[in-house]
C-alpha cells in the first residue's frame, strides 16, 4: 500500500507562484510513476504532469513553460512548480502514483489563483 499526503496549496495573485509537494510512502518510490492531476470545481479531473521512475517529464500543454514537475528519491517526494499562474489554473490538485499496475492517489490540496 502506497500513502501520499500533498501539501504546498493556498491562495496566490494572478501570475506568482507555489510549489506543491507529495511526500510517499513505502520503500520503492524510485520505481513509481508519479504524476499530477487537478480538478477545477465544476469540472472533471485532469492530468497536468507526469514524471517517470527514469525522470522523463511530460505536460499538459496548458501549463508547459509555467510549471516543472521533479521528484527526490532520497525524499520519497514530488514536487510541482508552479509560476505565472493564472485563474484558470485554481483546483485541487492530486498527486497519483502507479507502482506494478496499481494507482494510488492522495487526498488533494486547494489552489486558487485570484486578486
Known amino acids: 500500500q502506497v500513502q501520499l499526503v500533498e501539501s504546498g496549496g493556498g491562495l496566490v495573485q494572478p501570475g506568482g507562484s507555489l510549489r506543491l509537494s507529495c511526500a510517499a510512502s513505502?520503500?520503492?518510490?524510485?520505481?513509481?510513476?508519479m504524476a499530477w492531476y487537478r480538478q477545477a470545481p465544476g469540472q472533471r479531473r485532469e492530468w497536468v504532469a507526469l514524471?517517470?521512475?527514469?525522470?522523463?517529464?511530460n505536460y499538459r500543454e496548458s501549463v508547459k513553460g509555467r510549471f516543472t514537475i521533479s521528484r527526490d528519491n532520497a525524499k520519497a517526494t514530488v514536487y510541482l512548480q508552479m509560476n505565472s499562474l493564472k485563474p484558470e489554473d485554481t483546483a485541487v490538485y492530486y498527486c497519483?502514483?502507479?507502482?506494478?499496475?496499481?494507482?494510488?492517489w492522495g487526498q488533494g490540496t486547494r489552489v486558487t489563483v485570484s486578486s
Open positions: 513505502g520503500s520503492f518510490f524510485r520505481f513509481y510513476a
Open positions: 497519483k502514483a502507479t507502482y506494478q499496475s496499481t494507482e494510488y
Open positions: 514524471i517517470t521512475s527514469e525522470g522523463s517529464r
